[in-house]
Nanobody, 117 residues
């Protein structure tokens, strides 16, 4: 059974930092592209950051220079370091695992990030 479990969300003031973690089980983690998405109230889910199985990285323009995605294959875990947080970063953040050239696509249940003074 595949599970993706996010953690690390919470309430933070503008300008603060959080580190999200996503622990995966039930998959051969190193073979998957890992992604972080977010969904704010009343908005569509959007892709925030991607790290491929080969450790290539891509970011949404609004988070470039502030967020860093990383992975530790030995721990089956992907991280999202979020710095200089803004109120517009407030959303539920979801972890996604996608195996290239397959239909294997898995989601976590999300973790809430709230940026507010």
């Amino acid at each position: 059974q595949v599970q993706l479990v996010e953690s690390g969300g919470g309430l933070v003031q503008p300008g603060g930092s959080l580190r999200l973690s996503c622990a995966a089980s039930g998959i051969i983690f190193r073979l998957y592209n890992m992604k972080w998405y977010r969904q704010a109230p009343g908005k569509q889910r959007e892709l925030v950051a991607t790290i491929t199985s080969g450790e290539g990285r891509n970011y949404q323009d609004s988070v470039k220079g502030r967020f860093t995605i990383s992975r530790v294959n030995a721990k089956n875990t992907v991280y999202l370091q979020m710095n200089s947080l803004k109120p517009e970063d407030t959303a539920v953040y979801y972890c996604n695992a996608e195996r290239p050239y397959s239909r294997e696509d898995y989601w976590g249940k999300g973790t809430q990030v709230t940026v507010s003074s």
